[in-house]
C-alpha cells in the first residue's frame, strides 16, 4: 500500500492525498499501489521495440546493438516502433469517433421523434451547421433538417469522398499541404481500418510512410469524430455558456444522496440528471432519510455536465477510486472510457454501487443497466433509483468527505469566447498582436500516476499565464487547473500585466475551461478562425499544445492531430517511441518541415514552458510582431 510518508510525492492535492492515506488505512489497493507492483516495468515495451501482432513472436530488437536487431518477420526497429504507434494511434482516434458516432445515431434518432429525454436545444446552431455542410434550412421543420445533417455526417464514416465535411473549417494553405502530402483526411473510419491494415505483417514496412498515415488518421479524429461528436452534443445538450461551478471531493455532500458520473459520453449524464430533479425521485430520497439528490461529474462526462449545467466536479481521471473511499459515495454511474476496472474492488469495501451502462464497456462486479437512447428518460430514472436504495445502506460511520472545495469558471465554447469578443476573434488578435497576450496554449490531457497527480498541468499553466500567455484547458487539466483555482476571474492577478488587462476587461479567468477531451476540436477550429482572420496558415500563429500528464492512446491521437494541423506540442510523459532513434528524429525535428510543427518531450514543466516561450516568441518574431527571447531564463533552466 502506498505509505503516508510518501503520500505528498503522488498529488499535489489536499483532498486526494487525505483518500489515498485512508486507503492504507483500510487496506485499499488503489492506482498508485498497482504501479508500484508492476516495477521495474519492461524497458522494451517502453521503448516501443517489442511486437505481438503475429504468433511468429512475441518479438523484440535490441536498441542497444547486443541483441537481435529484426523481430522474426524482418521487421527492424523502425518498422516495430511505428507500427506499435500507429496502432495506438488508431486506437486513440477510434475511441473518440466511436464517441461521435454514438451522439450522432442519436441525434439521427432524436430527428426521426423516436427517443426519450432529448431535444434541439440549440435551434441558432443546428441552423448554422446545416448551412455549413449545404443543407438548406429556410423554413423547413428543425427535425427535418436534424435528420438532413445526421445522414450527410454519417456519410463522413465510411466516406468514398476525397475529404471530411469538416474540412472547409481548416485553412486553403493547410488543406493544400494536407493534399500535397497525401494526407488528407478522407473518412473517419477508413483511415483507422487502413492503419489497422498496414501495420499488418507484410504490408507497409517504411516507416515514414507508416507514420505518415498516422497524421492522417489523427486528422480523421480531430477533423472528424470528435468533430461530430462536439458540435452535436452542442445542438442536443446546449452549447455552453460561462458558468461558476465547484471541484472537489468536498462537492459529496454528507445528507444527500450522492451519485457520480464517470466516463465521457453526455448521452447518458444528461438523462440522469433530468431524473435527479424528478419531485418524486426527490420526495423519494427524502423518505430514506436524505435531504436530496446530489450529482457529481468526474472526468468528460463530469466536464459536459459542468461546462452547460454548472454540475460540480469531484475530480478527475485519479480521483476515480478515491470518490468512493470517502464512504459517501451512494452510485458511480459509468458509461465508457478512462474508467478503471478497479472501481469496482474499491466498491466492494463500501456500499457504492457500480452501474455500468454501455454494451461496449461491460466490468465485472458492477450492475449492468443497457442505456437505450429509446428509453433515455426511463433508464436514467431506473438509475437514480439504484442510487436512492444504496443510499439506505450507507453507514455514516464510515463517511469523511475532506473538507471545502474550489470555485471555478467553466463554459468557454468558441461561441462564447467570440460572444465576449463582439462575435469576432479581430479583439483577440488585436491583443496578440499588441502583445497584451503573446499567445496561447493548449494544456490538455489525461492524469498518469508516473507524474505527481496534477502538477504537470498546474505548473506548466502557472509558468504560462505569468508570461502573458492564455492557456486553454480541457478533460482532467480543467479540473487539475479549477482545482488550483486558476479558472476564476480572480486568478488574473497570478497573470501577466498583458493578459491581466485582457482578462480584467473580460471578466474572465487567464484559464478557459473548453470541455472535455473530443473538446479538444474546439480548440482546433479557434485557431483556425484566428489563422484564416490573419489570411495565413495554423503553424504561423504563436500557438502550442502540451499535455504534462498523458496516458491513453486517445492522447497520442489528439497530440498528433494537433501537429499534424501545425501546433508544436510537448509531451510531459515520455512516449513508446526511442527505441528508434530515426522515429523519434522524424517527430521531433523532421516534422517541423512537413506540416510546420513537431513534437517536443519534457516532464519539467518549468523547462517545457520555457520550449513553449521559446516557441511562440519564433513564431511573434516570424509575424513581425514584438517578441522577447527569454534568454536569461533559459541560462538559469540549464
Known amino acids: 500500500m502506498a505509505g503516508t510518508e510518501n503520500v505528498k510525492q503522488l498529488s499535489s492535492c489536499n483532498d486526494a492525498r487525505a483518500m489515498i492515506v485512508r486507503a492504507k488505512e483500510e487496506g485499499v489497493e488503489t492506482v498508485w499501489d498497482r504501479l508500484a507492483a508492476q516495477e521495474p516495468q519492461c524497458g522494451y515495451c517502453a521503448l516501443g521495440v517489442s511486437c505481438r501482432n503475429c504468433s511468429m513472436g512475441p518479438c523484440r530488437v535490441d536498441p542497444f546493438g547486443e541483441g537481435p536487431q529484426k523481430g522474426v518477420c524482418g521487421a527492424d526497429a523502425d518498422i516495430i516502433v511505428a507500427r506499435n504507434l500507429g496502432r495506438t494511434i488508431a486506437a486513440g482516434a477510434s475511441a473518440h469517433s466511436d464517441h461521435g458516432r454514438d451522439i450522432l445515431e442519436v441525434f439521427g434518432e432524436l430527428a426521426e421523434g423516436t427517443t426519450s429525454g432529448y431535444s434541439l436545444r440549440d435551434e441558432t446552431k ?14 423547413r421543420r428543425l427535425p427535418e433538417i436534424a435528420a438532413d445533417l445526421a445522414e450527410a455526417m454519417m456519410e463522413d464514416f465510411g466516406s468514398r469522398k476525397s475529404r471530411l465535411g469538416f474540412a472547409d473549417r481548416v485553412p486553403e494553405q493547410r488543406l493544400d499541404l494536407w493534399a500535397k502530402l497525401g494526407i488528407m ?6 483511415e483507422n481500418v487502413e492503419m489497422l491494415h498496414r501495420t499488418h505483417m507484410g504490408v507497409d514496412n517504411d516507416y515514414v510512410n507508416t507514420l505518415l498515415h498516422g497524421l492522417r488518421t489523427s486528422l480523421s479524429d480531430g477533423w472528424g469524430g470528435s468533430m461530430v461528436a462536439t458540435e452535436l452534443s452542442d445542438v442536443m445538450f446546449g452549447t455552453p455558456q460561462p458558468v461558476v461551478s465547484t471541484v472537489n471531493l468536498g462537492a459529496l455532500r454528507p445528507e444527500c444522496v450522492n451519485i457520480a458520473l464517470h466516463g465521457h459520453n453526455p448521452l447518458l449524464s444528461d438523462v440522469i440528471m433530468q431524473a435527479a430533479e424528478d419531485p418524486e425521485l426527490v420526495s423519494l430520497a427524502m423518505e430514506k432519510g436524505a435531504e436530496g439528490i446530489n450529482l457529481v461529474g468526474l472526468c468528460c462526462t463530469g466536464n459536459e455536465l459542468q461546462m452547460r449545467k ?45 452501474i455500468s451502462t454501455a454494451d461496449k464497456a461491460k466490468f465485472t462486479g458492477a450492475t449492468h443497466i443497457s442505456f437505450d437512447p429509446h428509453r433515455g428518460l426511463e433508464i436514467g430514472t431506473e438509475i437514480v433509483r439504484k442510487g436512492i436504495e444504496a443510499y439506505a445502506n450507507r453507514n455514516p460511520e464510515r463517511v469523511r468527505i475532506p473538507e471545502g472545495t474550489v470555485e471555478m469558471m ?10 465576449a469578443l463582439g462575435g469576432t476573434p479581430e479583439p483577440l488578435v488585436e491583443a496578440i498582436k499588441a502583445g497584451k497576450i503573446r499567445g496561447a496554449v493548449g494544456v490538455v490531457g489525461c492524469n498518469n500516476p508516473k507524474v505527481k497527480q496534477d502538477s504537470g498541468h498546474v505548473n506548466l499553466t502557472k509558468r504560462l499565464i505569468e508570461n502573458d500567455i492564455l492557456v486553454l484547458v480541457t478533460g482532467c487539466s480543467a479540473v487539475a487547473n479549477g482545482k488550483a483555482g486558476l479558472m476564476m476571474p480572480e486568478a488574473a492577478e497570478m497573470a501577466g500585466p498583458g493578459l491581466r488587462e485582457v482578462c480584467q476587461a473580460l471578466g474572465i479567468p487567464p484559464v478557459l475551461h473548453m470541455g472535455s477531451c473530443v473538446d479538444n476540436t474546439r480548440i482546433l477550429v479557434l485557431a483556425a478562425a484566428l489563422a484564416k482572420f490573419l489570411g495565413t496558415d495554423i503553424d504561423k500563429l504563436p500557438l502550442a499544445g502540451a499535455a504534462p500528464e498523458w496516458y491513453s492512446e486517445k492522447a497520442v491521437s489528439i497530440g498528433t492531430y494537433v501537429v499534424a494541423s501545425g501546433i508544436y506540442t510537448v509531451l510531459g510523459v515520455q512516449p513508446a517511441i526511442f527505441g528508434s532513434p530515426n522515429v523519434v528524429k522524424l517527430l521531433a525535428e523532421g516534422l517541423d518541415d512537413v506540416v510546420g510543427a513537431r513534437f517536443a518531450v519534457e516532464p519539467d514543466p518549468e523547462k517545457a514552458a520555457l520550449l513553449i516561450r521559446r516557441h511562440i516568441e519564433s513564431k511573434r518574431e516570424g509575424l513581425g510582431l514584438p517578441f522577447n527571447k527569454p534568454e536569461a531564463e533559459e541560462a538559469e533552466a540549464a
Open 126 to 139: 443546428l441552423k448554422a451547421l446545416a448551412e455549413e455542410w449545404g443543407i438548406e434550412t429556410g423554413d
Open 185 to 190: 483526411p478522407r473518412g473517419i473510419d477508413r
Open 310 to 354: 454548472g454540475i460540480p466536479m469531484a475530480g478527475n481521471h485519479l480521483m476515480q477510486e478515491l470518490v468512493i473511499l470517502t464512504g459517501a459515495l451512494d452510485a458511480m454511474v459509468v458509461d465508457y472510457q478512462c474508467i478503471m476496472p478497479a472501481v469496482t474492488d474499491v466498491a466492494k469495501c463500501f456500499h457504492t454501487a457500480v
Open 410 to 419: 467553466a463554459g468557454f465554447s468558441v461561441e462564447a469566447i467570440l460572444g
